[in-house]
């Protein structure tokens, strides 16, 4: 399926994953992120979740948006995916082959870069594993590509070195940097869908914020429904990984809160 309205995260859910991505799916997720990190994430779990969805007849694989990563060695632990000492093309390769064992499928929906190999800019060793990645996309085991934990200039460097561009940015997204502001404008521009996650948990001071308050209570939403429709409302993608069943609820709901332009703006420049 195309890139669904919500996407809910798996991060450290460790055996909780199966029945967490289960509930997901039965509260009505259809997007579904992971990556290939056992450090962060419980892949084979999240395929446990899914068979079992399936098994239910909750959900077919062609309804879901799958998204797993590829997480280069300093971002793992001693659980790889792939053999460290195999060339980068190759890790990809073994990493891509691992997580769709993982998940039962043939292929994903994104297959996402977990995040560059220098924080400083887009460097020789990420124009590999990309063109790798660009590969397994080519072979048909991912429909779309995309790139995580980057800055403008990652992406200014990419574009600049006529690298393909992503079809999804996923970063953290903080209010006191206009919720990612110029990272967005770039996406926006190029049609790259930005996938936001810690949308809550990075900004807890903006969720104690009264402009955040009075909209919830005019709007008889929680806090975080009015952050998640204002994600959306800006045009991004948000994740969410909670645990709790209400919470799931209250999160799919924000689909159905608009907010109005004014309130949009404002919480836009809230801390920044
Ligand atoms: N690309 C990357 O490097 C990267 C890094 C981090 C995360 N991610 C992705 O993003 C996903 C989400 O991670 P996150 O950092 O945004 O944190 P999160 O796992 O979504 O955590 C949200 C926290 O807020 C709480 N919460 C309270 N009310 C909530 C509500 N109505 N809805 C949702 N949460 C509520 C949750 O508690 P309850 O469980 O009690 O609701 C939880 O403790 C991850 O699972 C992962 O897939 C990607």
Redesign the pocket.
Known sequence: MSAPGF???????EDRTPALVELALRMGFRGI???NQRR??FEAGVGQGLAAAYRAGLVTRADLFLQT?FTYRPGQDHRLPYDPDADLATQVAQSMASSLDHLGTDHVDSY?L??PASGHGWSEDDALVWGAMARERDAGRTRLLGV??VSLRHLQQMEATGAELPAFV???CFAVRGWDRDVRAFCARRRIVYQG??????NVDVLRHPLVAGIAARRQA?L??VV?AFALAVGMLP??????P???K??LAARALTLAADEVRAIESIAG
């Not at 996407?7 to 859910?13: C, P, S």
């Not at 994740?239 to 709790?244: E, F, H, N, P, Y």
């Open positions: 996407v809910y995260g798996t991060a450290w859910k992120d992971t990556a962060h994430y990563k996402v977990h995040g995580s934990n996923q970063n953290r996650f810690s949308l809550l948990t990075a929680t975080p429904q998640f994740l969410t990984g909670t645990a709790d209400e919470h799931m209250q999160d």
